[in-house]
C-alpha cells in the first residue's frame, strides 16, 4: 500500500493556473503508475491524466485537458504533479492522487488503482 497526500487546491479564478502536488510514501517500489482523477459535485468521479511511473509515458484524456493540464513526476522525490492552466469554472472538482502496482488494467480505469489520496478542492469562480 501506497500513502498518497496531495496538496496544492483552493479558490482561483477563471483562466488562472493552479500546479496540484501529490507526494507518495510507503510501498511505493512497487509502484508502476499515478493518476490523477477528479469528482465534481454531482458527478461521477472522472479521469484526468496518468503517468507510467517507470517509462514516464503520459496519458491525458480528452480534449478538454490536453492542452491545459501536465502530469509530471520526480521519481527521487517520490511526487508527481498537475500543472493546470487556463482554468474554467467546469473544472471545479475534487482532484484525487491515484498509485497503481498492478501489472495489468487502463490507465484510465479507477478500477486499476489500489491506492488513493484524499483528495485536494479546486474551485474556479466566474
Known amino acids: 500500500q501506497v500513502n498518497l497526500v496531495e496538496s496544492g487546491g483552493g479558490l482561483v479564478q477563471t483562466g488562472d493556473s493552479v500546479r496540484l502536488g501529490c507526494a507518495a510514501s510507503g510501498n511505493t517500489a512497487s509502484t508502476r503508475a499515478m493518476a490523477w482523477f477528479r469528482q465534481a459535485p454531482g458527478q461521477a468521479r472522472e479521469f484526468v491524466a496518468a503517468?507510467?511511473?517507470?517509462?514516464?509515458?503520459?496519458?491525458i484524456d480528452s480534449d478538454s485537458f490536453k492542452d491545459r493540464f501536465i502530469i509530471s513526476k520526480d521519481n527521487f522525490k517520490q511526487t508527481m504533479s498537475l500543472q493546470m492552466n487556463s482554468l474554467k469554472p467546469a473544472d471545479t472538482a475534487v482532484y484525487y492522487c491515484?498509485?497503481?502496482?498492478?501489472?495489468?488494467?487502463?490507465?484510465?480505469?479507477?478500477?486499476?488503482?489500489?491506492?488513493w489520496g484524499r483528495g485536494t478542492q479546486v474551485t474556479v469562480s466566474s
Open positions: 503517468i507510467n511511473w517507470i517509462t514516464g509515458a503520459k496519458y
Open positions: 491515484a498509485a497503481k502496482s498492478g501489472p495489468t488494467g487502463s490507465f484510465a480505469s479507477q478500477s486499476s488503482y489500489d491506492s
